[in-house]
């Protein structure tokens, strides 16, 4: 069993950043590829990045791709999401996934 908590959401300014945190509890959270996803107000959830269980190697929605980056420390069970240049887009819940696990999901809201 693996439980997901979000954090680092909030209110910013279009052009401002966030870092978005992700802890897992459970022994095998090494072993898993993470994902962040999203879901803004009348819209169906999507991907947005992902990353390998080594870290090596990530993947990214194209909108996002030169403005937010994905990373984990594995001796913290902790996945990230620094977010960058935010647009009034990327206001939506972010949700950390990992195996079948998924967080229970912190607001983002970028104000124009």
């Known amino acids: 069993q693996v439980q997901l908590v979000e954090s680092g959401g909030g209110l910013v300014q279009a052009g401002g950043s966030l870092r978005l945190s992700c802890a897992a509890s459970?022994?095998?959270?090494?072993?898993?590829?993470m994902a962040w996803h999203r879901q803004a107000p009348g819209k169906e959830r999507e991907f947005v990045a992902r990353?390998?269980?080594?870290?090596?190697?990530?993947y990214y929605k194209d909108s996002v791709k030169d403005r937010f980056t994905i990373s984990r420390d594995n001796a913290k069970n902790t996945v990230y999401l620094q977010m960058n240049s935010l647009k009034p887009e990327d206001t939506a819940i972010y949700y950390c996934?990992?195996?079948?696990?998924w967080g229970q999901g912190t607001q983002v809201t970028v104000s124009s």
């Open positions: 459970g022994r095998t959270f090494s072993t898993y590829d």
């Open positions: 996934t990992g195996g079948n696990y």
């Open positions: 990353i390998s269980w080594s870290g090596r190697t990530t």
